[in-house]
């Protein structure tokens, strides 16, 4: 990906080329920041090189945000390229309510009055 950057410029293929200019996915729905993906089965050919980097990344279980991150794409562009890969049956996703329970309400406000004495 490093053919595509310009060191004064940025990137020189724009978010919305990358994704048909779709901005958002074919089934509508979002993925979730921390919404868990990995990679399965083998990538055909014609993938472009965003979706082979994310496929490389989701060899062991990724959030979507950690993918962004790992791309240096915006997250809008990201959900919609996870989206395609769903679609085709490249990668899973687990939800978060699905990955395990959420802490207590009375957890999170200790914590945030916690933050707040530092």
Known sequence: MTMWMDDEAGPLV?????????????????LDLIAMV??????????GPEQLAILRAAR???????????????????RVLLS???????ISVTAP?????RPSERLLKEVI??????
């Open 14 to 30: 724009r978010p919305y080329a990358l994704t048909g200019g779709r901005t958002r996915s074919s089934s509508g729905d979002t």
């Open 97 to 101: 309510n699905a990955a395990g329970p």
């Open 38 to 47: 990995s990679a399965v089965g083998d990538p055909p050919g014609g993938l």
């Open 113 to 118: 009055n916690g933050l707040r004495a530092l």
């Open 60 to 78: 062991s279980p990724i959030s979507v945000a950690d993918i962004a991150v790992e791309l240096d794409l915006p997250v809008g562009v990201v």
């Open 84 to 90: 395609d890969l769903r679609d085709h049956g490249l």
